[in-house]
């Protein structure tokens, strides 16, 4: 008889502990249900786009996720991966401007746009302002005159030389386009190469009491190096006029029409690990970080701090700074993993 009672509270004692131990792991799995999953990020090889992306993996591994290495490559091929399942996600995607790299790789067949990673974005070509005023320069077809051109001559050739954009950009196109559009391409050299090595050079010239011409969009540190209204103005086009003929968007900023649409980035992830991830996809349909986050970010990089231990350590503060609002998208997400599983 006693032993049959010990037995018997034995028995009930390993039950209460099994118990426990499932209560236990189902709320380490409730609080991590990216547990044992292997995600991998791409982004642009562009250092200065870092930063959106190590925030949106610090979110991941707290949700448990086995974050990889990101691949790094450009924007078209940045689809074609994610369409392939070469991927699971990005957070670069400029709705508008990248909108013909999406559809090319296939879409919402195959991927899932979401989000609003950082609002309200916006490119153009710009001049200093010192030209500018001194020319009654304020339009991009004012470069069609020679004489205008001229000042912005670097190599000699009389044409206006403009600092543009990577190739395999999506502003490449557009930029493109623009040339032949508003009568430019006997005028106006595009520059193109590593933008950033461009931009160095650009602006040692302004320093040096030089004209210049260049593309650039916001946010970004050398809108706090070149700096809207006080040493630079953005030109405007007499009209609207985009590759894909949509031109009904709107490309007005600050009064000025830039000739480009005003955007959102977004975040794309692979169809298959968005139906299969609902906690993923909830937190890449959540995070953003403001314009100015982004451009204040880009100008320590600009200023020595551009490892990628210092990217990774700003997302870290960033993060920091933001708990709160960083633990509600991480309940939502969690919340979602919870609903999808019942």
């Known amino acids: ?61 707290e949700l448990g996720y086995n974050v990889q290495e990101p691949k790094e490559t450009e924007y078209g091929v940045m689809m074609v991966a994610l369409a392939n399942g070469d991927a699971d996600f990005t957070v670069h995607l400029w709705e508008k401007l990248h909108d013909k790299f999406y559809q090319q790789a296939g879409g919402d067949d195959v ?45 000699g050739d009389g044409k206006a030389d403009m600092t543009g954009c990577n190739p395999g950009w999506g502003c490449e196109l557009v930029i493109s386009h ?53 040493d630079v103005v953005w030109l405007q086009v007499p009209k609207t006029d985009l590759p894909d003929g949509n031109n009904d968007v709107d490309t007005m900023y600050h009064g000025k029409n830039l000739g480009f649409a005003i955007d959102k980035v977004v975040a794309v992830l692979n169809k298959d690990f968005a139906e299969e991830n609902p906690a993923a996809t909830k937190f890449l349909s959540l995070v953003q970080i403001s314009t100015d986050d982004e451009s204040n970010q880009n100008l320590k990089m600009q200023k020595g701090e551009k490892k990628p231990a210092d990217i990774t350590r700003h997302a870290k503060e960033w993060v920091a700074a933001h708990r709160q609002q960083f633990d509600e998208w991480l309940q939502a997400s969690r919340a979602a993993a919870t609903q999808a599983s019942k």
């Open 178 to 230: 623009h040339m032949k559009a508003y009568d430019l391409d006997k005028t106006v050299n595009v520059n193109q190469g590593s933008y950033f090595a461009l931009m160095a050079d650009t602006i040692t010239r302004f320093k040096e009491g030089k004209p210049i011409l260049y593309f650039t969009w916001v946010p970004q540190w050398i809108a706090s190096v070149l700096v809207e209204g006080k």
């Open 111 to 155: 991927m899932v746009k979401t989000g609003n990673i950082l609002p309200g974005v916006a490119q153009g070509y710009l001049i200093d302002k010192k030209t500018a005023d001194q020319y009654h320069i304020q339009s991009i077809t004012d470069l069609k005159k020679p004489e205008i051109a001229e000042l912005f001559d670097t190599d």
């Open 1 to 61: 008889m006693h032993e049959s009672m010990f037995t018997r509270s034995i028995l009930k004692s390993a039950s209460a502990l099994a118990l426990v131990t499932v209560s236990l792991f189902a709320q380490a799995s409730a609080d991590k249900p990216g547990e044992g999953v292997k995600v991998t990020p791409i982004f642009p090889s562009i250092a200065e786009e870092r930063f959106r992306g190590e925030v949106a993996m610090e979110g991941l591994r």
